[in-house]
């Protein structure tokens, strides 16, 4: 028999562009999807519930993208923010009431100053059965691909000394070596003094970590060794974003 919801979610995966994309499959019940900005995810079925989480509100977060000078960027509505996560480590799980059934998150990780931190946050954050969704660009396709791939070992040390903060250095890496950006092509000629802005600010919108397929294996590797989980779902093409499911377990 034909499905028409089905049909209206294939064919929503289908304008959005990416045959990766599995959410639609694995996120149902009652869930969170954090960072969505202007870009909330368009494919959970209708009776799906999501709340929505950020490091700052709707209108703090419209200041910051208006202060980037950058024309045409972000112009759609952001979506309000239910759930106000707080400085340093973000953490959702410190802050919700009930454990909920899934988490998404697309164009998010890659933001973490604590990305082992944040992946186990989450996993904690959903019930036994839930469901944690990453969509992390793969930096190949990216403003990223000539930066070095973020080695896992620097991430298990922010993790493992508990550190929520990011370097000079990392941030002059971001702006020196992004590959064609209309933000960080301004200030390149002076890159310490945007670098110190940079940390300062606590933005969130600055990809201080690199990922493709490798790392981000290692690290849920590394992770398994802490939280109990299934890894269901990792999608491999270099041409797209990485698509992520874990199932707590």
């Known amino acids: 028999m034909f499905n028409l919801k089905k049909f209206r979610r294939a064919f929503a995966r289908r304008l959005i562009g990416n045959r990766f994309d599995l959410a639609y499959h694995f996120c149902k019940g009652s869930g969170i999807e954090i960072g969505a900005m202007s870009s909330p995810y368009l494919g959970f079925s209708s009776s799906t519930k999501v709340q929505y989480a950020d490091i700052f509100t709707s209108s703090k977060l419209r200041s910051i993208i208006s202060s980037l000078n950058v024309k045409g960027m972000y112009k759609k509505e952001i979506v309000n923010t239910d759930i ?127 990922y493709e397929l490798t790392n981000i294996l290692e690290l849920l590797n590394y992770a398994k060794k802490i939280q109990n989980f299934e890894i269901l779902y990792v999608s491999a093409d270099v041409v797209n974003d990485m698509h992520i499911a874990l199932k707590r377990t």
């Open 84 to 210: 106000l996560l707080k400085a340093p480590s973000y953490s959702l799980n410190e802050i919700i009431e009930e454990k909920v059934d899934f988490i998404y998150s697309s164009n998010v990780f890659e933001h973490s100053s604590n990305p082992i931190f944040s992946l186990l946050d989450q996993l904690k954050s959903v019930v036994i059965g839930g469901i944690v969704y990453l969509v992390v660009p793969n930096k190949k396709n990216t403003y990223d691909r000539n930066r070095s791939t973020t080695s896992i070992k620097i991430l298990v040390e922010k993790y493992e000394e508990n550190i929520f903060t990011n370097s000079i250095n990392e941030a002059l890496d971001v702006i020196i070596n992004t590959d064609v950006h209309p933000v960080y092509d301004l200030y390149k000629k002076d890159a310490k003094k945007y670098a110190k802005d940079m940390i300062e600010k606590k933005e969130g919108i600055h990809h201080y970590y690199t």
